[in-house]
């Protein structure tokens, strides 16, 4: 009996361990990533699965790849589900791989999963992809700049990129001289002297490439701070300090602050209150800087305009000598206009929105009725759906949404689109939505006529007198092919 027990509580031990490898044999060993690449280049996604050839040719386990976790399947082991031609995977002893050739804007902020399925729990990855942007790199105001000795002076160093790059200064392509400081991309001269004359260096390196920009320093005797123009004393100046933009939606949108200042002076953007800092989101790709003249201008990238965008930006100037003003820019959206007809059972719409559109909610109600009924139609539902040069048109088949037929509907419709908000029609309309087979007395009117191609419609007596006649007609031929036969 005991000998039982113990080869029983052995196979047992056998079991779990098998059971155990088998399990550990479907984990995926390395971590998701997140890749900056330009846009054309190859990338490679990998998935680390050991000895994953041969668990899937055992079908131990299957893989996959798709895009975003509810999205599209990409590939299922070495099958390609994918039918846009733009994806390949190749796999090795050790490792699963999805191998885009040519990386395009569709692939911008895309999510790719790699998921390893067994009788267990699946394993899952994620990776992420952005296009980047190579580093620019400006200086605020004037690269070259003259400081009076003693004084505290400020050199910003603008970049952007994607992602953010990171900045180093140099002095003589060298380290900085002591008595300068760094906090992030600006230079501090607490207190000016002459051994800080001479050349700075701003380096902005990030993944995809570098840039460097170079200011002159020149200090001059205190004495002669008198003789600096005019737009070199002490001040900060905004021109033009409110201002109203209207934007289109999934258009490209710049917003400018024109501003004179000395001693140079930081741009803080604020969007309703908060702070916008030079980083990489889904709506804002950058804040930069020239210079025209004496004038500079800081400009707050709008990349594609959103129903998110929408408010109050305020750009605030200002610099080490007590100097602060402020621009106001107010956003607002140009709302896209919806044009709704209804006619023979058939919803008509043309917008000037050019971007994705979701579903259509139909809001319909007879005369009398005091309240609307809504129905939601997604756009795989849509009849027709055509994009052109000056938005979309559509139109949607209503006689199987349980309307009520051979009647009067006042008819409104909202446009709900993927990243832009809802859009209403411009005005209700009214039309007759008919029980095509079963018309009644409206059988007989214009509209329905014309609808179902149809000159004439006889009334019910009518009706009666040609069937009967019809009948006799056929009785007497039925008669005479008899006689002939």
């Known amino acids: 009996m005991r000998q039982k027990i113990w080869k029983n509580f052995i196979f047992y031990i056998i079991y779990i361990i098998g059971f155990s ?3 550990w044999s479907q984990e995926i060993l390395n971590k998701g990533e997140t890749y900056f690449v330009k846009n054309g280049d190859s990338l490679e996604l990998l998935c680390h699965i050991k000895n994953v050839i041969k668990l899937t040719n055992d079908e131990s386990i299957s893989v996959a790849w798709s895009q975003g976790q509810d999205t599209g399947l990409i590939a299922s082991d070495m099958d390609i589900q994918d039918e846009s031609g733009r994806y390949d995977v190749s796999m090795d002893q050790d490792y699963y791989k999805l191998i885009i050739p040519s990386v395009t804007i569709a692939d911008d902020k895309k999510t790719f999963v790699c998921t390893s399925y067994s009788e267990g729990a699946p394993y899952q990855i994620t990776h992420n992809v952005f296009i980047g942007e190579p580093p620019t790199a400006t200086i605020i105001g004037k690269e070259d700049k003259t400081i009076a000795e003693g004084e505290e002076f400020v050199l910003e160093c603008q970049v952007s990129g994607i992602p953010l790059p990171k900045v180093q200064w140099l002095y003589e392509d060298k380290e900085l001289p002591k008595g300068v400081e760094t906090i992030e991309n600006k230079l501090i001269f607490k207190k000016a002297k002459y051994q800080f004359a001479g050349n700075y260096k701003c380096i902005a390196n990030n993944n995809i490439g570098n840039a ?7 200090i001059v005797d205190a004495s002669k701070a008198i003789e600096l123009p005019i737009e070199m004393k002490e001040h900060v100046k905004i021109y033009d300090k409110s201002e109203q933009i209207t934007s289109e939606f999934g258009k490209e949108l710049n917003l400018s602050c024109k501003y004179t200042a000395y001693p140079e002076a930081s741009v803080l953007w604020t969007f309703n209150g908060r702070p916008l800092d030079d980083m990489v989101n889904e709506n804002i790709t950058k804040i930069f ?5 004496k004038y500079t201008f800081s400009v707050l990238n709008i990349n594609t305009f959103q129903i998110s965008n929408i408010g109050q930006y305020k750009c605030n100037v200002v610099n080490g000598k007590g100097g602060n003003e402020s621009k106001i820019i107010n956003v607002i959206p140009i709302i896209p206009q919806i044009d709704i007809n209804v006619g023979c059972n058939t919803l008509y719409f043309e917008t000037t929105f050019k971007g994705d559109i979701k579903k259509l909610r139909l809001y319909w109600k007879t005369p009398l009725s005091s309240n609307f009924s809504v129905i939601e139609i ?3 539902d849509f009849s027709v759906l055509k994009q052109h040069s000056n938005g979309i048109s559509g139109a949607v088949e209503l006689s199987q949404y349980g309307i009520t037929k051979n009647h009067l509907i006042n008819f409104e419709a909202i446009l709900e689109s993927t990243e832009y908000g809802d859009f209403k029609s411009l005005k209700q309309v009214t039309s007759y939505i008919f029980d095509e087979k079963n018309p009644g007395k409206i059988g007989s009117s214009k509209e329905y006529l014309k609808c179902f191609d149809l000159d004439t419609e006889p009334s ?19 008669i005479a092919f008899g006689i002939l036969m």
């Open 289 to 293: 800087a020239y210079q025209e003249e």
């Open 212 to 218: 460097s920009v170079q200011s002159k320093i020149n």
């Open 378 to 380: 997604d756009k795989e």
């Open 21 to 23: 490898i088998h399990l």
């Open 460 to 478: 019910s007596g009518n009706r009666n007198y040609i069937l009967l006649t019809k009948t006799f007609i056929s009785a007497l031929l039925f």
